[in-house]
């Protein structure tokens, strides 16, 4: 258990519906990434923030965005979902600094399904 | 643009050594990061390589030549328990932005 929790677990939803996905850090850690992981895309580098800022940015689609709010718990908000945003979502964080290399502790993942 | 190339498969037998590559072309580049996954479970951060050489932890190492964009994760005493796919990334700073970049994985195999 690595202390990153992730709610849901699974999530069904259809075509252009929107979603929010939720993320809780390992205590005291003040940066939270999250990532994608398809069979046809592998595994990608969303967003990160840094104590409610947001301080790394991959291929996240205009349509998802992120924040962290004071208590340091973030989310992810899917909208106008389609049939490829099915995949495993899986939320990080990271000690002190803000580093995107520094070790990272990953969650269980909330597996997003679109039909 | 860029790009991460790593082996789709490696088998080994247990108590051997594998060694795992990964080419990279990128601009901006700062360092480069392995995960280990085992199937169904999430990714376990394993190590960071910002200099030219070898890192050690146990029984995983990993060598980086910023020269040659290569890197790899050496593993050794292989043990049932080390089949898992195995992602490098790189680190870079482009367009403003620390990006992360992973390669598709490695999916490594360990036989009795």
């Known amino acids: 258990d690595s202390g990153v929790t992730q709610t849901p677990k699974h999530l069904i939803t259809a075509t252009g519906q929107r979603v929010t996905l939720r993320c809780s850090p390992r205590?005291?850690?003040?940066?939270v990434y999250w990532y994608q992981q398809s069979l046809d895309q592998g595994l990608q580098f969303l967003i990160q923030y840094y104590n409610g800022e947001e301080r790394a940015k991959g291929n996240i689609l205009e349509r998802f965005s992120a924040q962290q709010f004071p208590d340091l718990h973030s989310e992810l908000n899917l909208s106008s979902l389609e049939l490829g945003d099915s995949a495993l979502y899986f939320c990080?964080?990271?000690?002190?600094?803000?580093?995107?290399?520094?070790?990272?502790?990953f969650g269980p993942g909330t597996r997003l399904t679109v039909l | 643009g860029q790009s991460l190339e790593q082996p789709s498969e490696v088998t080994a037998v247990e108590g051997a050594i594998v060694q795992i590559n990964c080419t990279y072309q990128t601009s901006g580049f700062y360092g480069l990061s392995w995960y280990q996954q085992h199937d169904g479970g999430a990714p376990t951060f394993l190590s960071y390589?910002?200099?030219?050489g070898l890192e050690e932890t146990g029984r995983f190492s990993s060598f980086l030549s910023r020269s040659d964009s290569y890197g790899y994760l050496l593993l050794q005493e292989l043990q049932m328990k080390d089949s898992a796919s195995y992602f490098c990334?790189?680190?870079?700073?482009?367009?403003?932005?620390?990006?992360?970049?992973f390669g598709a994985g490695t999916r490594l195999a360990v036989h009795p």
């Open positions: 205590s005291g850690d003040l940066s």
């Open positions: 990080a964080s990271s000690p002190q600094t803000s580093g995107i290399h520094n070790e990272q502790f």
């Open positions: 990334a790189v680190i870079s700073f482009s367009g403003g932005y620390n990006k992360l970049i």
């Open positions: 390589n910002a200099l030219d």
